[in-house]
């Protein structure tokens, strides 16, 4: 068993959808990241949260830390939203846990 | 600030060759991760440094692979001997503080052995 799963790992959205994108974990965590890696290969940290909700434009990233669980929700998604998402947990050694990705593509 | 920078952005050598790839992380940031990503295993950390110090190494594969600090503006990650599969893209990022600060990556370093 993996300790971080991701689900879905392929989702295709037509623009304009709210998209959910989900992450359980099962190591003690000091914190938890999502990644947005682009088509190009590049990767953005997008979100660093410990507990409650974190905002940045129209990502908003929730955890739970009781349940283990994680949401990356996505409003109004548009196409340049398409890339690959990454849910990933260092534990308190630093030791990173990584989840295989999501795969979001976003249709015009 | 540039971010953090990463060199060579692609390196195609033959298997036995010796490979460098390089890290400039952002200044004043105080912990150094090396990640590997392929599509078999997605990614994985390799090695971090924490003030120039190696932390834990223990994702590095094999003795072929080595990683040095030697400055607070530097790192360097070696194989040798090159194997195909080494091939992956190799990433660099570097965090001011662990867990509860955000990280910077590098763009990546596409390796091709063969």
Known sequence: ?108 | DAGVIQSPRHEVTEMGQEVTLRCKPISGHDYLFWYRQTMMRGLELLIYFNNNVPIDDSGMPEDRFSAKMPNASFSTLKIQPSEPRDSAVYFCASSLATGNYGYTFGSGTRLTVV
């Open chain 1, 1 to 108: 068993k993996n300790e971080v799963e991701q689900s879905p790992q392929n989702l295709t959205a037509q623009e304009g959808e709210f998209i959910t994108i989900n992450c359980s974990y099962s190591v003690g965590i000091s914190a938890l990241h999502w990644l947005q890696q682009h088509p190009g290969g590049g990767i953005v940290s997008l979100f660093m949260l410990s507990s409650g909700k974190k905002k940045h434009g129209r990502l908003i990233a929730t955890i739970n830390i009781q349940e283990k669980h994680s949401s990356l929700h996505i409003t109004a998604s548009h196409p340049r939203d398409s890339a690959v998402y990454i849910c990933a947990a260092p534990n308190t050694g630093n030791q990173f846990y990584f989840g295989t990705g999501t795969s979001l593509t976003v249709i015009p």
